[in-house]
């Protein structure tokens, strides 16, 4: 079965840059997270849809974020314009539920502003 | 200032010895999950306990979830190189419907 699948694996781009990361959810699951994870803050929870719609954005840094899932096999986020306190490996995971439910993590995008 | 709080931050070992991880919170959680991270990865998940003085084993890992529901332990018997991870615990609270994550114990088992 194939996970859930995040592109790009590495992003290097300059400050001031629009960023765009995407994510591939694993088939079913319902509800698609964005995560960001740094040394300093760990793993943070940035937004979280379920069927598509986002339902808590609680996490979102600031405006320079936004997030987009037009269907249920897609989703986006992205960063205008983006700066160097932005870098950070965010991680895409998506599952059958909240709370207990497993979540199923991507292998990341590695983002380095310069 | 982390929901969950977990210690060590680092460990390493040698292969062979034992090891416990702690997760530690002044709330109250439906379940519990621990995940390992290894470099270059997503976490992937290893276990999620739900109720108060649940033990799970999963080969040489045991896992514990407190009377309270406020804490949980990781132990490892016998530590092998292959265990070397970021190990994170993450916990619900009843009606919330988010997880969250403490900081992690970076596990390094040495051969």
């Known amino acids: 079965d194939a996970g859930v699948i995040q592109s790009p694996r590495h992003e290097v781009t300059e400050m001031g840059q629009e960023v765009t990361l995407r994510c591939k959810p694993i088939s079913g699951h319902d509800y698609l997270f964005w995560y960001r994870q740094t040394m300093m803050r760990g793993l943070e929870l940035l937004i979280y849809f379920n069927n598509n719609v986002p339902i808590d954005d609680s996490g979102m840094p600031e405006d320079r974020f936004s997030a987009k899932m037009p269907n249920a096999s897609f989703s986006t986020l992205k960063i205008q314009p983006s700066e160097p306190r932005d870098s950070a490996v965010y991680f895409c995971?998506?599952?059958?539920?909240?709370?207990?439910?497993?979540?199923?993590f991507g292998d990341g995008t590695r983002l380095s502003i310069l | 200032t982390q929901l969950l709080e977990q210690s060590p931050q680092f460990l390493s070992i040698q292969e062979g010895e034992n090891l416990t991880v702690y997760c530690n919170s002044s709330s109250v959680f439906s379940s519990l999950q621990w995940y390992r991270q290894e470099p270059g990865e997503g976490p992937v998940l290893l276990v999620t306990?739900?109720?108060?003085?649940e033990v799970k084993k999963l080969k040489r890992l045991t896992f514990q979830f407190g009377d309270a529901r406020k804490d949980s332990s990781l132990h490892i018997t016998a530590a092998q190189p292959g265990d070397t991870g970021l190990y994170l615990c993450a916990g619900a609270r009843s009606g919330d419907y988010k997880l969250s994550f403490g900081a992690g114990t970076t596990v390094t088992v040495r051969a």
């Open positions: 995971a998506s599952s059958l539920g909240t709370g207990r439910q497993p979540q199923h």
């Open positions: 306990v739900v109720t108060g003085g």
